[in-house]
């Protein structure tokens, strides 16, 4: 349910938007649903907000265990929010991190409430500059 409310909030209003959200509306209603239906729905939404099923260095952040926990599942604009609101209660978020949900790495972001490839390019190019001299004669 909390997620369902997540997603509802902050699911963009466009042609793709709007029969996922009402298939998402019409899955959510019943009561139990089949986790490999879940699966599937979820994917589509996260391929709606821009995130992408692979994990490599481009698509992750740093926090602290419990905190990364209560992130997993949820779309880029919740996590942006829930990263502002664990700061505003005295929680340690890691520079980069900061930056990360602050798009500061992207040039000209066009979406805030979407994590792109471009997103991704720029964190990654951005770490490359500050690991280089760290990692000089490794590939």
């Known amino acids: 349910q909390e997620w369902k409310e997540m997603v509802e909030h902050y699911f963009p209003r466009t042609k793709k938007g ?33 995130v992408p099923g692979e ?25 942006r929010r829930k990263i502002m609101e664990l700061e505003g209660q005295g929680r340690f978020i890691p520079p980069a991190t900061r930056a990360v949900f602050a798009k500061y790495f992207t040039p000209y972001p066009k979406e805030l409430h979407i994590w792109n490839m471009e997103d991704r390019e720029g964190y990654r190019k951005a770490l490359e500059g500050r690991l280089k001299d760290f990692l000089k004669g490794e590939e």
Do not use: T, Y
């Open 18 to 50: 709007k029969p996922l959200l009402k298939k998402l509306r019409e899955v959510l209603a019943v009561e139990e649903i089949e986790e490999s239906h879940f699966k599937e729905l979820q994917e589509q939404v996260f391929k709606l907000f821009g």
């Open 55 to 79: 994990d490599d260095i481009s698509n992750l952040a740093l926090l602290e265990r419990g905190d990364n926990s209560a992130l997993s599942n949820s779309i880029f604009p919740a996590k």
